[in-house]
């Protein structure tokens, strides 16, 4: 079987890693593991890009983003309530970025868990105005459901609280949102190894997008490498089909006959 390729909205896509690209040590770095990462999609949170074409050297993350090759995905981390996400969101279209957007609302600092009324709210505005919207949300079922109903392109699951590296701790919520999702699921947030993603493809998401373990990494280009090859090990065996649990053993090989006529 061919590998499937990606399709979120309109556009298709190779990789199935998203990338963040806060907390690298420098954005040269940033620019060189997003590379290795093979990531076709990039998020920036609006807070920190500079929209304005200033000059402060932080905040010219957009020019380490090559807009021919990656797809920017404009982030409203940091915003409070959904009035706050939706007037970001306009921010930034009305700056040229795509009018795409990952609407994130997260108004507690402590755990940064994802308010679902304002992010549903939001969502409902956004698609009116023709954003692509992929909210980021907390492994609900339930809110997934609702949200692909109002029309969002994607749904992002949470596997654990972003930056703990905690790995797919929702594991079982997250195959409910796959077996019910008529749109593409983005594992997003908590991944801190290679094989919390693979494990996350392996459930069915349709992509994961990693941050922190990217970023925070001592050498974070071959820890670029690394998460790409594992979402690639992921996707593949979830295509193939991964064989079932069984009890007991099955032997691999014959166990009669060993060695018969020599
Ligand atoms: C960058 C982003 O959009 C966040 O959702 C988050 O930072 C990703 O989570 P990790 O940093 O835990 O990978």
Not at 152 to 179: C, F, H, W, Y
Not at 222 to 241: D, Q, S, T, W
């Amino acid at each position: 079987m061919k590998n499937q390729s990606l399709v979120i909205a309109d556009r298709s896509f190779e990789s199935r890693l998203m990338t963040g690209t806060g907390k690298f040590p420098s954005n040269e770095s940033m620019r060189d593991a997003l590379e290795a990462s093979g990531c076709q999609i990039v998020t920036v949170a609006l807070r920190r890009a500079d929209l304005s074409g200033g000059n402060d050297p932080y905040a010219n993350i957009l020019e380490y983003i090559d807009p021919e090759k990656y797809l920017l995905l404009p982030n409203t981390s940091g915003a409070m309530d959904a009035e706050e996400a939706v007037r970001l969101a306009r921010l930034a279209a009305a700056a040229g970025l795509p009018k795409w957007v990952k609407l994130e609302i997260h108004p507690d600092p402590t755990y940064l868990l994802p308010d679902p009324i304002e992010t549903l709210k939001a969502a409902e505005v956004l698609v009116k105005e023709g954003f692509t919207v992929l909210p980021y949300i907390n492994a609900d079922p339930v809110l997934a459901k609702r949200l692909q109903e109002v029309g969002t392109a994607a749904v992002m699951p949470l596997g654990a609280p972003i930056g703990s590296n905690k790995g797919v701790v929702t594991r079982d919520q997250i195959r409910i949102i796959v077996e019910q999702a008529t749109v593409p699921v983005v594992v997003d947030a908590g991944l801190g190894a290679p094989s919390h993603a693979a494990e996350a493809m392996e459930l069915g998401a349709d992509a994961v997008l990693v941050n922190t373990a990217i970023a925070i990494a001592s050498d974070p280009v071959r820890m670029g490498l690394a998460f790409k090859v594992a979402v690639e090990a992921g996707r593949a065996a979830y295509e193939m089909g991964i064989p079932e649990v069984i009890e007991g053993a099955s032997a691999t090989s014959p166990l009669t006959g060993f060695l018969e006529g020599v």
